[in-house]
């Protein structure tokens, strides 16, 4: 479909005024910019580079502390849209600090998160009663409404990266949050206990599906990244993503949780993919190696534990220098739901 623009006149200038106090607008005079051709967004491609966002953080843990904030977090607001607290129009990015002897208090909320450590030497999390130990890599899952709290028992600051899909249920006004009333929740299973009952090929016999979200709420990196080495061997390159494998809920084999989609990949040595594009707008992360993520010609050089994004339907091509590792996430298994989501690859 393609809208011309409405000539105005007058006449129709007048009716427009006049129907504006009763609440009213002629479709025809805003179809082309509310039913686009295709994707248009004011989310803009950009990077923050880690070191200085560690440092700022730094600053913060001088200025608060992790109780008096709740949550001590510094907000990765797209320069586009200003003054939202978002990354993409639909997904929101922070990194958070807990620093040593500290403890981020217990609270639970709509929102459903998901953390990726970037840094942790003794930092734990717990949610809904089990409790554990974050390393780099690590993805974290906090479903939506689940009681959670972090904690710091080592010498050193512990960093990871937020995700939350906070946009989306705030368009859908349907926040919920409270608080604990204590600052650590009750350890009710013996840390490993979901990845025992869940991660291993096998359920509990008689297990009933409770929520959408993955009863494994910790992915550790060095599982992950192993199964991508093994991979690498075969040499089967998709030629736009390299190594892409998504994190899947065991129950089903849908995402890991409903309204966020995780991916980690390997970028071989020297590999340029082919464009591609799609409509969910992906938040990237550096793990290992260093590489580029080109949006429509623009370029970034990313490095271990910088985060870039990548707006809807813009063209993004991966080069990598050195075997390179990037985990991502977007809103695509939302738009799969809806049967919006699409990818073009290629420059066709």
């Not at 008689?206 to 093994?230: C, H, M, V, W």
């Not at 390159?237 to 809920?249: A, E, I, Q």
């Amino acid at each position: 479909m393609a809208q011309a623009s409405v000539s105005n006149t007058a006449q129709r200038e007048a009716f427009y005024k006049a129907i504006e106090p009763e609440s009213m607008t002629a479709l025809w005079s805003v179809m082309g910019a509310i039913i686009t051709p295709e994707p248009k967004s004011e989310c803009v491609p950009f990077m923050w580079q880690y070191d200085r966002v560690r440092s700022r953080l730094l600053e913060a843990g001088d200025l608060i502390t992790a109780k008096e904030a709740e949550r001590r977090v510094l907000i990765l607001e797209n320069p586009g849209l200003k003054g939202t607290s978002k990354c993409t129009t639909s997904l929101y990015c922070g990194v958070q600090l807990v620093m040593p002897g500290e403890v981020a208090p217990a609270h639970r909320h709509t929102q459903s998160a998901l953390r990726f450590v970037l840094e942790a030497s003794g930092g734990h999390t717990a949610v809904g009663g089990e409790k554990t130990e974050m390393h780099y890599g690590d993805f974290v899952i906090t479903p939506n409404w689940e009681w959670h709290d972090h904690g710091n028992d080592s010498d050193e600051p512990v960093f990871w990266l937020d995700g939350l899909d906070i946009p989306l249920v705030q368009f859908l006004d349907a926040s919920f949050a409270e608080g604990f009333g204590e600052d650590q929740q009750p350890i009710s299973k013996q840390q490993g206990d979901s990845n025992a009952r869940y991660g291993a090929n096998m359920l509990p016999l008689g297990y009933e599906k409770a929520t959408p979200t993955s009863p494994i709420f910790n992915y550790p990196y060095d599982r992950s990244r192993e199964a991508l080495e093994q991979m690498k061997r075969q040499e089967e390159w998709d030629p736009c993503h390299g190594l892409k494998m998504r994190y899947v809920n065991p129950v089903d084999g849908g995402w890991a949780m409903p309204t966020i989609g995780t991916c980690l990949q390997l970028l071989p040595k020297s590999f340029t993919s082919q464009a591609y594009r799609s409509t969910d707008a992906t938040v990237f992360v550096g793990v290992e190696g260093k590489g580029r993520i080109i949006v429509d010609g623009e370029i970034f050089n990313w490095s271990p534990r910088d985060v870039v994004v990548v707006p809807s339907w813009r063209e993004v091509v991966h080069e990598a220098s050195e075997d390179a590792v990037l985990f991502s996430y977007s809103d695509r298994p939302v738009q799969e739901k809806c049967g919006l989501w699409r990818e073009r690859r290629g420059n066709n």
